[in-house]
Structures are given as C-alpha cells and as structure tokens.
C-alpha cells in the first residue's frame, strides 16, 4: 500500500488544475507548470481536493511518485521553491548579473552561468546564493549544478554548500 499514494492534496482557491490527454496543467498565482503524468494513476478532483488511484498493485511506487509530483507543483505555483548556498573559502564569491551568474571559486578563470527559463538568481552578499523558482526539479538540479563546480571539502570546509548542508570535517596528517 502506498501511504503517500493514498494522501488526499488540499488544492487552493487560487490555483486549478487541469488534465489534457496524459499531460496535467497547474496554474497558480506564480505560474504555470506542465507536466507528464502517467495513465495507470488516475485522480479525482471535488471539492478542492484531489484523491488518486492506481489501476493495479504494481504501480504502488508510481502511485506515491505521482502523488507527490503534483503536490509539489501545486506547492511551486502557490508559494515557490529557494535553495540557499554559501561559499566558503578566502576570496569565494558569486556576482548576478540578470540571468548569469559569475562564480570566482579559486579557478583560473570564473565560472560562468546562465539561469534556467523561470528560475531567477540572487546574491543578497559575495558568498550567498538565492535560487528562486516554481519548479522544485528545475531550481533544485540548477543549485546541483552551482554546487558541483567546487563542492565543500572535508579537511578546510572550502566550497560551495546548501545552506543548510553540515560538512562532516576530517583530521588532517599528523606530523612527527
């Protein structure tokens, strides 16, 4: 049994959602989000909320993953997704500049970015990132992407790091 399958979603005033073909449309106050959404799941829309179904046992995890890919657009367009990063490290910083985002990471070159179609980029200081957007796919693999150019050491904690990432530190060498 899929216990998140079978979690009723609460569905807002301001936000419809609408089936085309295998396709489902959110539209909310921030945005519109399309999405495939798989056949053998089937839901059922009154009274503001809506309750899935899956068509046989074998799409018990389908039954969840679909589940949850619809609340998390109805979340996207209602109130958004931020991801946070820090850089750490002497002389780490992050510009943004519309759509780009220049890192000086420690490279001999800085490391140059575009931002995704509806994900807009911040830098409220030098060493903090603010990725906003409707999509949680979208926002949450560019801030993997972000992190991936220098992801946090063990030994210094120096890197690129979500905010509310712990970095496990190690022991360096012991010397004679």
Do not use: W
């Amino acid at each position: 049994m899929s216990r998140i399958g079978l979690k009723v979603i609460e569905v807002p005033e301001k936000v419809t959602v609408t089936k085309n073909g295998d396709d489902i449309t959110v539209k909310g106050p921030k945005g519109e989000l399309t999405r495939y959404f798989d056949p053998r799941i089937t839901f059922e829309q009154k009274d503001g909320e809506i309750h899935f179904s899956r068509s046989s046992e074998a799409d018990k995890a389908l039954h969840g993953t679909e589940r949850a890919n619809l609340a998390s657009m109805i979340e996207g367009v209602t109130d958004g997704y931020v991801k946070k990063l820090t850089l750490v490290g002497v002389g780490y910083r992050a510009v943004a500049q519309g759509k780009k985002l220049t890192l000086n990471v420690g490279y001999s070159h800085p490391v140059v970015f575009e931002a995704p179609e509806g994900v807009t980029v911040k830098t409220p200081s030098a060493t903090s990132i603010e990725i906003e957007g409707i999509s949680k796919q979208v926002v949450g693999q560019f801030a993997a992407e972000i992190r991936d150019v220098r992801p946090p050491e063990p030994y210094k904690g120096k890197g690129i790091r979500y905010e509310d990432e712990y970095v496990r530190r190690k022991e360096g060498k012991t010397g004679k």
